[in-house]
């Protein structure tokens, strides 16, 4: 059956003796209501003269909240326009169509402005746009109005003028010239036909000049391999939906592997359709994404990740090179590796291993299996950076070579291992001019810093994959003093006219048999592109090489980028560091995973305490080089491959960060020769860290039956009563399905429309999206790590992450039952806890259920909440005195409180607490107050903007056309929201789906919000 398995949130839930556990399951408010701070004045009660509404205003909440909670809210005055700008309609949103490319992350996107303002990120669903924002492309709207940005540029350390900036590049650059020096332009990956062609004009007219590419997160080892054997430095571009078995090796391709962007092709294929879906192998040793919806996982080092590539490899191509793979996993690999074979051009094999040798393998398996999903037509263009031409550059900064640099879209200073040679170097460099958004680590070491635009202040163009062609358009002008790159290139160049000209005239040559305002509506041109014909390359060599691959002696550390952080770009983003991870639902850190294993022979540990909080040990980690790490966090990780340990890039900056974001330690100086792997030694150093971690708050009271997962072959072979089994109640002494037991009378709900948000757990990949899409869309304010600690987070949407071991229920009681003596016993709950060493994962997304018999309703006392006729719970604000009843009967535990005043309050210095930084803010969603309950609306807002178009439009509203922030966010197709009235529209075939429940089905509050059952293809 589909409940019969064991699930747990956390490791603490494991130990049978843990009073925590218990006590947090049944404690709703983990910390003591204050309550005889202000009603200990007995005098004052007893004289007190209130009714009752202002009794509640008092008796609801703490003292923190209760003073202001009986106030009225601050009044703005607003100002109409006097000469209204013919394109702006107040209160109707303008959206615009542009396509970005950052060096790291990449999307086709809708721009939402309001008055001027972008204030959201949408995905771009025109025929072409096959690229969705991920949540660092969601949450970089709001790092347009960052207050830490570089607002003019500087010389020498001091504000200067554009015009003395240009002069003093072009005299270096002339001095340069005469002198025979070097003229090197350090850039990240472009993507930019037309960035890439000034270049190469640049430097015809000055022929001692060079573009070096520098990726901070470095694929050069796969860029090598393809231009081995295709000739053109690229990568493939994988297509995940016409493979039905994947094997993955070492490569989170759900995560940031080569770029991410796969997780729609691969969810297609994840979700049962005629009885079949994909199969998913999964070979690696950070839990990852993509190890969490793996169908098998196995955890493994690189060294072993290696010897197994060169296993498979021999059984796909008919190979006998020598393998030292231990037995426990030779066997699943071979399985792994016959299925592959048998699946042929339907199988498709994907590795992470940063090794030439290793891509080489994966490039001749999947030409022997003709894998569909292995294309070299459409090539990614989003990676090209070179690890020898970095390391030859900062060779010839050292030796005085290097007379001007100019670098953009990169920061060596902080990401390069080997910074204090970049830095060296830099002040052997006669002028250096930094192009950034900020002033960060390397802009304050350079003779110019140059402030360039946000990408939605400026114009550009981009080639994510060869054979199509993006616009970047400005969606507001320019907030600062900036300059693009390119201009300045221009005017160096002697290249008269602006940018955008530049790439209007290199446009017509790329989009014939389109127009350039065609192209600048749609946001994208769709080409063709030529498949690209393999040369002669040893792959027997290869293979050779990499079997001659040994475990290191030392631990293994796996560095790679968390799902909210990434490269590091955007550490000021407070929305990302507030974003809690995936996997150890962290957010304000990043830390040292470390396998249970492992930890218990280092004596460290993590440890829930009597607030909900997470507390761990620390660590030191040390290189062979003897570079240290000290006071590193220890998160003891279930499914982290014994003797590896992982950390997370794109922390510890320091420069141009408000004081809270400055967090975490860089791992950027343990990544030697750009090598994701290196061998390190771990000691227990002393303290105890404290972790914003949501994992062990807000859960559902230890309630069974909130996954429901079943195999392929259940799915296949029995009813769905028995997978998807119906909860029962007694009524009149007899068995009835719960759901048919009201306590209430229903509405009729035939007519009109009524809502209802689909989430399939097969396609949910846990990437986040949706969670920052909501935190844009509803103005969540962010809180900072003390106050998540405390269990105060505001996010509406959250992410739930289960672990379920292979054990049932019934067999935990039954082998608990049979336990003999204490030393059965010690040995019996020993094996159940080891579920954690490898367990399988669930994603979960849960919101507001919007129940159409809500319990939160029926409590609260001032009828601050209500149901509409719709399905929408609604909220009103201004009617909440903050009793928190609503909460205490939430058994979704959906719901937030308002502690403080998050907006204009100095104690919360995030983007609220700054003019430019509430531009982002959605002028259609209220701004809540202390002591005021919120949750979940089912973006209201967005339904009924969508009616009065509708309306305006004189028609129906089309099916697809209802969204919400997160279902628009969505880009496996995971969410789905609709009205169920409208029997054609989707969200109404999926709530007929034999797969369909709802959440807590027998609490019987009737959601408005239905899962899918997880199907699992062991």
């Known amino acids: 059956m589909s409940s019969n398995k064991k699930y747990w949130k956390s490791v603490e839930e494991l130990d049978k003796n843990s009073s925590i556990v218990e006590a947090l ?46 106030c009225e809210g601050p009044v703005h005055k607003s100002i109409p326009y006097v000469l209204q700008p013919e394109q702006i309609i107040p209160g109707v949103a303008d959206y615009y169509a542009t396509t970005v490319f950052d060096g790291f992350d990449f999307a086709n996107l809708l721009v939402k402005t309001r008055e001027g303002r972008p204030i959201k990120i949408d995905n771009n669903t025109i025929s072409g746009a096959k690229f969705s924002a991920n949540a660092r492309i969601h949450a970089s709207i709001l790092s347009l109005y960052d207050s830490m940005r570089l607002k003019e540029p500087k010389l020498e350390g001091k504000n200067s003028s554009w015009s003395a900036v240009d002069l003093k590049i072009k005299s270096s650059i002339a001095e340069a010239n005469a002198k025979g020096g070097q003229v090197v332009l350090l850039t990240n990956t472009l993507a930019s036909p037309s960035t890439e062609k000034l270049i190469a004009e640049f430097i015809a007219k000055n022929p001692n000049a060079k573009h070096v590419v520098y990726d901070a997160v470095s694929s050069s080892s796969a860029l090598d391999a393809f231009e081995t054997v295709y000739g053109e430095r690229a990568l493939v571009n994988y297509d995940f939906s016409k493979a039905s078995l994947i094997v993955s090796v070492g490569a989170d391709f759900l995560g940031d592997w080569q770029g991410g962007g796969y997780d729609s092709g691969y969810a297609q294929g994840r979700i049962p359709k005629s009885g079949k879906m994909s199969r998913h192998f999964q070979l690696e040793a950070n839990m990852t994404l993509s190890g969490a919806a793996a169908d098998k996982r196995l955890p493994m080092s690189t060294a072993n990740q290696k010897q197994a590539l060169v296993l498979i490899y021999n059984i796909v191509t008919g190979s006998s090179v020598a393998v030292n793979l231990d037995a426990q996993f030779k066997a699943e690999v071979t399985k792994a590796a016959q299925q592959l074979k048998a699946a042929g051009s339907k199988g498709v094999l994907v590795s992470g291993i940063q090794d030439k040798n290793a891509q080489l393998l994966v490039l001749a398996i999947n030409q022997v299996l003709a894998s569909e999903a292995f294309t070299t037509s459409e090539t990614r263009q989003i990676r090209k950076g070179s690890d020898a031409k970095v390391a030859q550059l900062i060779k010839d900064m050292n030796a005085g070579s290097v007379h001007t640099l100019l670098m953009s879209g990169v920061n060596p200073v902080y990401t390069l291992a080997e910074s204090e040679s970049f830095v060296s170097g830099l002040k052997k460099v006669k002028t250096s001019v930094d ?69 209007k005239a290199n446009a017509s040559g790329i989009i014939a048999g389109s127009s350039w305002n065609k192209v600048l509506h749609d946001g994208i041109f769709v080409g063709s592109a030529t498949a690209l014909s393999a040369g002669s390359v040893d792959y027997s060599a290869a293979a050779n090489a990499v079997s001659q691959s040994k475990a290191l002696s030392d631990f293994e550390l796996v560095l790679y980028t968390k799902t909210g952080m990434g490269d590091g770009q955007q550490a000021n983003n407070p929305w990302l560091q507030e974003f809690p991870d995936p996997i150890t639902r962290v957010s304000w850190d990043n830390y040292v995973t470390v396998s249970n294993a492992d930890a218990k022979k280092l004596q460290m540990s993590n440890e829930i305490v009597a607030n909900g909080g997470l507390n761990g040990s620390y660590a030191t980690i040390t290189t062979a080089d003897g570079i240290k790490l000290e006071n590193v966090p220890v998160i003891v990780q279930p499914g982290q491959a014994v003797g590896t340990i992982g950390l997370a890039l794109g922390y510890g900056r320091k420069a141009a960060l408000k004081e809270e974001m400055i967090v975490g330690l860089n791992a950027y100086s343990l990544y030697k020769g750009f090598n994701d792997i290196q061998s390190v030694k771990l000691e227990k150093a002393k303290g105890e860290h404290e972790f914003a971690c949501v994992q062990g708050q807000k859960t559902l009271m230890g309630r069974g039956d909130i996954i429901k997962e079943t195999s392929l072959e259940i799915f296949n072979t029995k009813d769905a009563k028995f997978w998807n089994e119906q909860p029962m109640v007694s009524l009149d002494h007899n068995e009835v399905a719960a759901i048919t037991v009201d306590l209430w009378d229903s509405f009729d709900r035939s007519t009109g429309h009524h809502f209802n948000l689909s989430i399939d757990l097969n396609a949910c ?15 969540v304010p962010v809180v900072g790590k ?10 509406w949407l959250r992410i739930d992450r289960y672990y379920s071991s292979e054990s049932t229920f019934a067999g935990d009681n039954e082998r608990k039952e049979n336990i003999a003596g204490l030393s059965s016993s010690l040995s019996t709950f020993n094996e159940m806890e080891k579920a954690g060493d490898n367990p399988q994962v669930s994603f979960q997304p849960v919101m507001c259920q919007h129940c159409n018999h809500a319990p939160c309703e029926t409590v609260c006392p ?91 439009e004189g028609r129906p509203v089309a099916d697809g056309e209802f969204q919400t922030a997160c279902s628009n966010a969505c880009s496996s197709g995971a969410m789905i929201f609709g009205d169920v009235n409208d029997a054609e529209s989707k969200v109404a075939k999926l709530a007929a789906d034999d797969r369909m429940y709802h959440l807590l089905e027998h609490v019987g509050t009737k959601p408005n919000v239905i899962y899918h059952v997880k199907v699992r293809n062991t």
């Open 765 to 779: 990949t846990g990437c986040g999206a949706c969670v920052i899409a909501c935190h844009a869309e509803n103005n």
């Open 25 to 70: 399951r049944n404690n709703e408010f983990v910390e003591e209501i204050p309550t005889e701070e202000f009603l200990g004045n007995g005098d004052a009660l007893a004289s007190s003269s209130t009714s009752r509404r202002d009794f509640l205003k008092y008796v609801g909440f703490s003292t923190a909240a209760v003073t202001l909670a009986a």
């Open 786 to 795: 003390a106050e998540v600690r405390r269990s105060r987070d505001m996010h």
């Open 862 to 952: 001032v009828a601050a909440t209500s149901h509409g006729r719709e399905g929408q719970n609604h909220m009103a604000y201004n009617r909440c005195v903050g009793t928190r009843y609503c909460a205490n009967n939430c058994p979704y535990k959906v719901r937030r409180f308002n502690w403080f005043l998050y907006n204009k309050n100095s104690e919360f210095d995030y983007h609220m607490n700054d003019d430019l930084g509430r531009m982002v803010l959605n002028p259609d969603v209220n701004v809540r107050s202390r002591g005021v309950m919120e949750k979940c609306s089912m973006c209201i807002q967005m339904t009924q903007a969508t009616k009065l178009k509708a309306k305006n």
């Open 435 to 503: 192009f950034s958004l900020k002033e960060d680590e390397t802009a304050l070491l350079s003779t110019i810093a140059a402030p360039v635009p946000h990408y939605l202040e400026a114009w550009n163009d981009v080639s994510i994959t060869k054979g199509t062609y993006g616009l970047t358009q400005p969606t507001i002008r320019p907030i600062f003093d900036t300059k693009q790159f390119q201009d300045v290139l221009l005017s160096v160049t002697g290249i008269s006219g602006t940018f955008y000209d530049y790439i």
